[in-house]
């Protein structure tokens, strides 16, 4: 158990309205990550932090942002939701050593009408 | 970043061993060899990662090709818990995880 919770577990909202989708962990590690998860589709990276407030793009981060304020916490935002953003939104840390193994959270079912 | 190739699906027997492969012929020589298994409604799960050498631990066995052209993941006694898409991927330059689609196993009871 890598300590990974992610909120809310499902929502249902409308396009153009905003979202937030929060991960939190208690481990303390430095590297956290969002991926979607769609049918058909792998995992596919949207952003990842290297430290609190340090951020990155993945291969699918248009019409998302992250933010990290603190070590624990990393907030993953629609800022107008389309309908294209249906999906599972599962987050991750990285675990420690130089194997990059991540371990993964429950997931989010996010549904935008 | 170097790829993964794995069946789409495979089937195995209830307690009986499963094999499944992945080719990664372009590996480079920092790339470790990472599985993960993803059971229905649930996020991935870590399975066993290596980089040159055979691997054991509790839940399966990695056994790497000398070249480390090629894997196999085996599970020693497959249970119908053990119904899953198992993911092969390598964590590249990038030093991420790329997803490819997997291999559906089915456990038949």
């Known amino acids: 158990d890598a300590g990974i919770t992610q909120s809310p577990r499902h929502k249902v909202t409308e396009t153009g309205t905003p979202v937030t989708l929060r991960c939190h962990q208690t481990e303390n590690h430095r590297y956290m990550y969002w991926y979607r998860q769609d049918p058909g589709h792998g995992l596919r990276l949207i952003h990842y932090?290297?430290?609190?407030?340090?951020?990155d793009k993945g291969e699918v981060s248009d019409g998302y942002s992250v933010s990290r304020s603190k070590t624990e916490d990393f907030l993953l935002t629609l800022e107008s939701a389309t309908s294209s953003q249906t999906s599972v939104y599962f987050c991750?840390?990285?675990?420690?050593?130089?194997?990059?193994?991540?371990?993964f959270g429950p997931g989010t079912r996010l549904t935008v009408l | 970043d170097a790829k993964t190739t794995q069946p789409n699906s495979m089937e195995s027997n209830e307690e009986e061993p499963v094999h499944l492969p992945c080719n990664h012929s372009t590996i480079s020589g920092t790339d470790y060899i990472h599985w993960y298994r993803q059971l229905p409604s649930q996020g991935p799960e870590y399975v066993i990662h290596?980089?040159?050498s055979n691997v054991n631990n509790r839940m399966a066995s990695l056994a790497i090709a000398e070249d480390r052209k090629s894997s196999t993941l085996i599970l020693h006694r497959a249970t119908l818990r053990d119904a899953a898409v198992y993911y092969c991927i390598l964590n590249g330059s990038a030093r991420q995880l790329t997803f490819g689609s997997g291999t559906q196993l089915t456990v038949l009871p």
């Open positions: 932090s290297y430290g609190v407030k340090d951020t």
């Open positions: 290596g980089l040159t």
């Open positions: 991750a840390i990285r675990g420690q050593g130089w194997s990059d193994t991540q371990y």
